[in-house]
């Protein structure tokens, strides 16, 4: 089968050494894909995002078409004149981690309200805006729910602001985003719509499928699983392919985060073909998305094929998502 | 201050090399401990309970006076013969694994009516029957709920046999148990005392407080704590302390177990006394334990001195609950 080249709206490529070998996977896979800044340090600036943007480019195989979509990271400290300074320089969303939620979020947000005049300048430059929908300070399992009202208050005071509801897990969320205009879109995750907080904490502890936002309740998962296969243009794909090394993850504080990278499109495949949605698909992976941009869609086709593979253990040092599985479909190398 | 010396009414001793590491734990603090049976091989026989005791008695050291209470672990093939048999060796309890809910808990069961004829052995010959209250196939955070009309099935079925629900985990369990017929009761242990479902999942990953049941919720937490304190006889120490290697827990498929013995008396008089609760303790400890297996009260009393000390990172390879913390009182050793 054949697919329309993919746009994922959600990953992280990280810095230094881990840099080349996640970058090496995500554009097998990949036309395009949202860069995360949450790297250390963060990308707050024009600068941050050109250095970052070289950084990605530089280690770009010879030949190979794909685009990093930059962002910034939306701080308590961003300024209106860095929002155009942003925009300028090519950055196309800006990221708000709420305080503590998430892999270096701390010194995050915790006061979304003070941000008026940035999404007031995001809006009129255009950027989208990006949110870590989780809130500070809630039990875990009730972050997202009580993040919604801060959504529903944006989303209402900036109506033409461009907003992704990210890495969505609860049925509740999927439920405010189809209720909110068409401003407000939602991105989907690979893991959530495999798994539920079971498969972290149900047997025993597994650390390679814990992230943030936890994943949720079976009830929950179905949600997802409808919303991604709906055909409604509020719900694409952006993986939150989140790799850290063996070491961060089996240890006394694991790191959250699922490497989804390596598996992408042939678990979507299968996920979406178990689901008689085959048809949808693209829609889901390399349209909505784009459109919600505002960017075209991407050229050329990325070629499946009925090839069982079985997604090895470990890539540069790190567990991928269903490591040991074996996945009926298969990328073909060009 | 002293407190009568203690019951710890389900503790996991292990056996082979782990055995006498955790054991000179438990005597330092516990008169008598509820021993698990879920060693692998299970204990399930009357030979199995006096070797399983004979291997604890051979490591106690010389002079310490504690007395191991031997449980038996009831399996779809426990007959009423061995249970007569079981009763005859001494045992005061079996223990009833749903199945795969738990560590070794394998092959456990899943008929709960068919086991009838057991119970009615049990009832007959006054063993207590623990229950490990997780429903297999239920959701984890649904697992103790699901689970509570078997209990209230069997509690109304032997009236006179006692059952123990075992590391209540859940408002609902609690009410449950407050509300059913004085041949019920539950164990609370100290570390569903001290923590909720954030502290394993809510950070960072934090595989040394997994367990089963997993924790909870911060109001189901409260409604443990205030079981605890509240002077009902329904409600008593049972620590659940299970420990495992360091190695077993910070890996791809941790297991589940907190390790309290090394701390189980600080820890709670320090909890008892931030509730203003410390007139509460001994009955919760030392009393109502001892008065619900039919056992008189342990003889002697543990001194504890306010003495800081800060809990070691690690005993005999083992990772102990709240290491790294400083507590305020400490045992005075003899």
């Not at 005049?117 to 805006?129: C, D, R, S, W």
């Not at 943030?212 to 997802?224: C, G, I, T």
Request: aromatic share 8%; proline share 6%; glycine share 8%.
């Amino acid at each position: 089968m054949q697919l329309r080249r993919i746009d994922d709206m959600h990953v992280h490529l990280r810095q230094g050494d881990m840099l080349a070998g996640v970058l090496a996977q995500t554009v097998k896979q990949c036309a395009r894909a949202l860069v995360m800044p949450n790297t250390s340090p963060a990308v707050l600036t024009a600068e941050d995002v050109v250095n970052y943007r070289q950084s990605i480019l530089d280690l770009l195989p010879v030949g190979v078409d794909f685009k990093p979509l930059m962002t910034f990271k939306v701080v308590p400290s961003t300024t209106v004149l860095q929002i155009k300074e942003l925009k300028a320089c090519g950055a196309v969303a800006g990221k708000l981690y709420p305080d503590g939620v998430t892999t270096n979020s701390q010194g995050g947000v915790t006061d979304f309200k003070a941000l008026y005049p940035i999404y007031q300048a995001m809006q009129e430059e255009g950027l989208v805006l990006c949110l870590h929908g989780e809130m500070p300070g809630a039990f875990s399992l009730d972050r997202e729910s009580k993040f919604l009202s801060v959504l529903q208050a944006i989303a209402a005071d900036f109506p033409d602001l461009k907003i992704v509801l990210e890495h969505a897990t609860t049925a509740e969320a999927i439920q405010c985003v189809q209720a909110l205009g068409p401003n407000v879109a939602a991105t989907l995750t690979v893991h959530h719509l495999y798994i539920t907080l079971d498969d972290v904490i149900g047997g025993n502890l597994n650390p390679h499928v814990f992230c943030k936002p936890v994943a949720k309740r079976p009830e929950d998962r179905d949600v997802l699983i409808a919303a991604a296969i709906s055909g409604n243009a509020k719900f694409f794909l952006g993986s939150d392919s989140a790799p850290h090394h063996i070491s961060a993850k089996e240890c006394a504080c694991g790191a959250a985060g699922v490497y989804t990278a390596p598996v992408l499109v042939p678990a979507l495949v299968e996920l979406f073909e178990k689901h008689g949605a085959l048809a949808k698909l693209e829609r889901f992976t390399s349209e909505f998305g784009a459109n919600f941009y505002g960017l075209p869609l991407n050229e050329g086709m990325l070629i499946l094929e009925e090839k069982h593979w079985t997604v090895p253990d470990e890539y540069h040092g790190v567990k991928p998502f269903l490591s040991g599985l074996n996945l009926k479909w298969s990328i073909k190398e060009n």
